[in-house]
């Protein structure tokens, strides 16, 4: 009969790397020596030294060498461990239950009279203002109501329509001022005369016709052209004397911009003081000939302005305004050609 090996635990296995031991069984004794030099090293008395060392030596001896039921000691250490803290065994104990129309415990309630009706109130009041928001259309009337009502339209019993005479007022006296006379002037007298009663001459009867209440509307409205007219001219000359201050804007084309305008009359331009120093947060105010502003912009922090969108052909006004600065208001005609970056240089004090 052939003799079998007897089967081992491959996966088990541990080789013996140093000597006949394995590297568990040689860190266990290392790190029992180890721990008995550290207590060698205390200053305790030479007869507990070396008891305490023989003992710490002989546990790691045993930890690597001594096998109990073919078991190494550490693992009936951590068998030992998990029987302590990880039972395997329960027991079972039931529990009485009360029935829950025995666990009910009554609640003290307090006196919830006046806070529900303050509830109450309030809930009213609520439905009351939103029912007073909502925006009530009246009924239509039937047709008996409707047809009443357009027979009242064409009713013959009419009555009738009187003008009652007005008492005359004083002829409005029309003053032009000259050109150099401030506007504020010219404004404050436009005032006096739109705020004074425009004269009616009517007969001394009780009662004034329809003809001649027509009559006195169109001279009131004559009146009134006549003034509009006068303010609309001294407006113009108050224009041409402001655009005569003006100076041609200068343009440089030196400035440092990093491209100069590729569309026609696009500007573009840079802002100045006295020490040719940059003006940033200035602004600067493109005005046409009607004195409306078809542009404003303001300064970087470089100095430089610049309109995206073209301007329409034609004469224009510049005004530029910085605090603490004062600039003359230049005057540039744009005839759809590519205008150079302008320079404005504040006055010098």
């Known amino acids: 009969m052939i003799e079998h090996p007897v089967p081992q635990n491959i996966t088990a296995y ?14 266990e004794l290392l790190g029992s020596v180890g721990v008995a030099l550290l207590v ?15 003992i710490i030596i002989g546990t790691g001896a045993a930890f690597a060498f001594v096998p109990l039921e073919e078991r190494p000691l550490d693992q009936w250490v951590v068998a030992f461990l998990h029987a302590i803290y990880k039972p395997t065994k329960f027991y079972w104990k039931k529990t009485i239950r009360i029935p829950d129309a025995f666990a009910y415990i009554q609640q003290k309630l307090g006196d919830r009279s006046q806070p ?16 007073e928001s909502i925006s009530t259309q009246s009924e239509p009337n039937d047709l008996f109501v409707n047809s009443k009502n357009i027979t009242q339209l064409f009713h013959n019993n009419k009555t009738p329509i009187t003008l009652q005479q007005s008492k005359p007022h004083a ?9 150099t006379q401030p506007i504020t002037t010219q404004q404050s007298t436009a005032e006096k005369q739109s705020h004074q009663p425009s004269s009616v001459l009517l007969k001394p009867s009780g009662k004034v016709t329809v003809f001649e209440a027509a009559q006195n509307k169109s001279k009131q409205q004559e009146e009134r052209g006549e003034t509009t007219q006068t303010l ?33 009359n696009v500007v573009v331009g840079m802002v100045l003081d006295q020490n040719r120093k940059i003006v940033d947060g200035a602004i600067v105010e493109i005005v046409d000939q009607t004195g409306i502003a078809v542009r404003a912009v303001k300064t ?24 603490g600065l004062e600039f003359n208001n230049y005057t540039l005609t744009t005839n759809n050609t590519i205008i150079p970056p302008l320079e404005f240089l504040a006055k010098t004090s």
Do not use: C, W
């Open 14 to 27: 541990e080789f013996h790397l140093i000597g006949n031991m394995t590297l568990k069984q040689f860190f």
């Open 40 to 54: 060698y090293s205390i200053a305790l008395p030479n007869i507990l030294k070396l008891f305490l060392v023989f």
């Open 116 to 131: 529900l009706l303050d509830q109450k109130i309030g809930r009213s009041e609520r439905v009351r203002a939103y029912f």
């Open 171 to 179: 002829q409005i006296q029309r003053v032009i001022p000259p050109a």
């Open 232 to 264: 609309h001219t001294f407006a113009q000359n108050v224009i041409k004397t402001t655009t005569q201050q003006e100076i041609a804007v200068k343009t440089n084309s030196s400035l440092p911009f990093p491209s100069t305008p590729k569309q026609p």
């Open 300 to 323: 970087n922090k470089l100095g430089q302005f610049f309109i995206t969108s073209p301007l329409q052909n034609g004469a224009f006004s510049i005004r530029t305004e910085k605090n």
